[in-house]
């Protein structure tokens, strides 16, 4: 089993900066792929960015390539994921999963694990 808790969401202003945190339990992190997806009202969760369990093979969704990065500590068995840039089409709740050892998939029904949410408002 894998616990994953999110942390880092908030309001923000359009423009401005915001750093997501994945912290994982439960079984040896450094050999999970990790990604973010994320799910605004009345919308399907969509693949945000996502990181090979070894960190050699990142994906990026077109909507946000250039303005988020995702990156891992296996150390501190964490992910996380830099938000520059926000506009308001990037609120949403942001959500963290986790497959163990397999390629990057933008496929939610991919990944096992979820975390429960960190709530992430632009405002215009």
């Known amino acids: 089993q894998v616990q994953l808790v999110e942390s880092g969401g908030g309001l923000v202003q359009a423009g401005g900066s915001l750093r997501l945190s994945c912290a994982a339990s439960?079984?040896?992190?450094?050999?999970?792929?990790m990604a973010w997806f994320r799910q605004a009202p009345g919308k399907e969760r969509e693949f945000v960015a996502g990181?090979?369990?070894?960190?050699?093979?990142?994906y990026y969704a077109d909507s946000v390539k250039g303005r988020f990065t995702i990156s891992r500590d296996n150390a501190k068995n964490t992910v996380y994921l830099q938000m520059n840039s926000l506009n308001a089409e990037d609120t949403a709740v942001y959500y963290c999963?986790?497959?163990?050892?397999?390629?990057?998939?933008?496929?939610?029904?991919?990944?096992?694990?979820w975390g429960q949410g960190t709530q992430v408002t632009v405002s215009s």
């Open positions: 439960g079984r040896t992190f450094s050999t999970d792929t």
């Open positions: 999963a986790a497959r163990y050892r397999s390629s990057v998939s933008a496929n939610r029904d991919d990944y096992r694990y």
């Open positions: 990181i090979s369990w070894s960190g050699a093979s990142i």
